[in-house]
Antibody, heavy 123, light 103 residues
Framework: QVQLVESGGGVVQPGRSLRLSCAAS????????MHWVRQAPGKGLEWVAL????????YYAESVKGRFSIFRDNSKKTLSLQMNSLRVEDTAVYYC????????????????WGQGTLVTVSS | EIVLTQSPATLSLSPGERATLSCRAS??????LAWYQHKPGQAPRLLIY???NRATDIPARFSGSGSGTDFTLTISSLETEDFAVYYC?????FGGGTKVEIK
């Protein structure tokens, strides 16, 4: 069964940085695009970022563009999200999610999700 | 940007009843639409993709229909484990969700 385990969440002050990680297992990681999706407290789901199977293509939501960076290490089967210049409104549970398509291109359907890691931005 | 509007915001039903959830797109998305189920403290679960295709291991009581701008998720007979929040999604856009609660 596909496993995605996020880590790295915590409490951070506005303007600071945080790096999230997602450890993938039990599937061919290099064959799939990957995403980060978040959910602010009491709110709905919000897509954050996409990285193609080989890391050559990256896309971001307007709300995080220029502040967040998505990375992957296929040799370690790890997905990362570097979050800089954090704002109070970035407070959310962050999920990593596998793209549904196994050709690595990115279908924007999310077929497996981790349990999420909570990021709280507060002074 | 495409806006997805879900209705109703909350649906109060009893186990065994039929649930009909709506998702309307601000412009045509063809059939590129998915539905997810989300329970508190759990990972969201893909139910339907391409508007009407059930994802792996999704029970047959879940069905999706529609194309263009109007889409429907139907749960034919609610089980207790189906009470949750449901989201429609088209690429980078999610709807606001419909909460299906026990009446």
């Amino acid at each position: 069964q596909v496993q995605l385990v996020e880590s790295g969440g915590g409490v951070v002050q506005p303007g600071r940085s945080l790096r999230l990680s997602c450890a993938a297992s039990k599937f061919n990681f290099i064959g799939y695009a990957m995403h980060w999706v978040r959910q602010a407290p009491g709110k709905g789901l919000e897509w954050v970022a996409l990285i193609s199977y080989d890391g050559s293509k990256k896309y971001y939501a307007e709300s995080v563009k220029g502040r967040f960076s998505i990375f992957r290490d296929n040799s370690k089967k790890t997905l990362s999200l570097q979050m800089n210049s954090l704002r109070v409104e970035d407070t959310a549970v962050y999920y990593c999610a596998r793209d549904f398509s196994n050709d690595g291109s990115g279908s924007f359907y999310f077929d497996y999700w981790g349990q999420g890691t909570l990021v709280t931005v507060s002074s | 940007e495409i806006v997805l509007t879900q209705s109703p915001a909350t649906l109060s039903l009893s186990p065994g009843e039929r649930a009909t959830l709506s998702c309307r797109a601000s412009q045509s998305v063809s059939s590129y639409l998915a539905w997810y189920q989300h329970k508190p403290g759990q990972a969201p679960r893909l139910l339907i993709y391409d508007a009407s295709n059930r994802a792996t291991d999704i029970p047959a009581r879940f069905s999706g229909s529609g194309s263009g701008t109007d889409f429907t998720l139907t749960i034919s007979s609610l089980e207790t484990e189906d009470f949750a929040v449901y989201y429609c999604q088209q690429r980078s856009n999610f709807g606001g969700g419909t909460k299906v609660e026990i009446k």
